[in-house]
């Protein structure tokens, strides 16, 4: 076998999620039915290695120095969402009910996989949250053992600091039947329940 | 979003099984956690895409204009083995049990992909067949529908231009038990069955 094609199989695998025989799938796929794809990615690669770096305030990807969300003129500088990753926070925004700031962990809490604190900024997300114009940060991280774990860290972090932290609603959700909803979701609406 | 994010997003959508989602969670990935490999992905992409071509031979992948094993002074050039993929010569190598050369069809028949006999080089197969010295064509395409289609028409190819054409044997794998074989193998063992 050519050893560019060991090569570019190999470096596949490190896409999270391949295995071997994926990896050969893949390169067999490129060289044999997409050439020009496979140019494509190596230069899109290259490009984003080189431009993409986090922003100073909120921590997402982007290729200047202040994302253009921080530079938003028109959002709600009190307010502060944070979210795991920069997918998290596109659904947010597809919402449309949101008109704050955001700061992207880019991880979870995961003492198992060892990643700590630091390994998701919460030093800058203290110092981005005390920077006396945030009033409010809200807290949306995923509803999933390690999502909340890391919501809880983050909470007592900051009301330490004389903050308000609030989390996003849990409960049935919107279309949903209580059939077939799960018993600790309902208990956890139950308990969360509004007056109307 | 960074042009460069969605660039990169987009290129690994060209990546076979990669949707969507999984495309936004390897560009994360990549740039978060393995921005060197996604540095050595690039680079792999790049050489494999300029210095792999196709076998002058047997079709498969190589560096050369002639692969390593259709070089290999010591195999026996009266046998060709036709199968679909690189990974199919490597398995059929690592068995020990075939000397001959191979001739990579890099795809099978496949009338409702819109996969035609040009698509697999038999126009190419043909020709090698026929070179004066190949006296047998071991047919190891898969054992789907579509690769015993591509056998068969194959066969048919061949055998109109009088070369010996045979098919590797269908039956109980090695180690098989009868009760969880299905009974199209059994039926196949059944009518194939060799005298001890």
């Known amino acids: 076998m050519a050893t560019s094609l060991e090569f570019l199989t190999e470096a596949l695998r490190r896409l999270p999620g391949v295995g071997p025989k994926s990896a050969q799938r893949m390169a067999y796929h490129l060289l044999q039915h997409d050439r020009e794809g496979a140019a494509m990615l190596s230069r899109a690669l290259f490009q984003a290695v080189e431009a993409v770096h986090h922003c100073a305030l909120c921590n997402t990807f982007t290729e200047d120095e202040i994302c253009g969300t921080c530079r938003d003129e028109d959002r709600d500088k009190r ?35 060892g990643i700590g604190p630091k390994d998701i900024h919460l030093e800058k997300l203290v110092e981005r949250a005390n920077d006396g114009v945030v009033g409010e940060v809200v807290l949306a991280t995923n509803f999933t053992n390690e999502g909340e774990a890391t919501a809880h860290y983050i909470s007592e972090l900051l009301k330490a600091r004389g903050l308000k932290v609030s989390r996003l609603a849990r409960g049935v959700p919107v279309g949903g039947e ?10 956890r609406a139950m308990l969360d329940r509004r007056t109307t």
Chains 1, 2 share one sequence.
């Open 79 to 113: 307010m502060l969402c944070v979210v795991e990753t920069p997918a998290d926070q596109m659904m947010i925004e597809q919402t449309l009910t949101y008109k704050g700031l955001y700061f992207v962990l880019m991880g979870r809490l995961s003492p198992l996989d």
């Open 178 to 187: 209580l059939e077939y909803v799960d018993a600790g979701t309902i208990a």
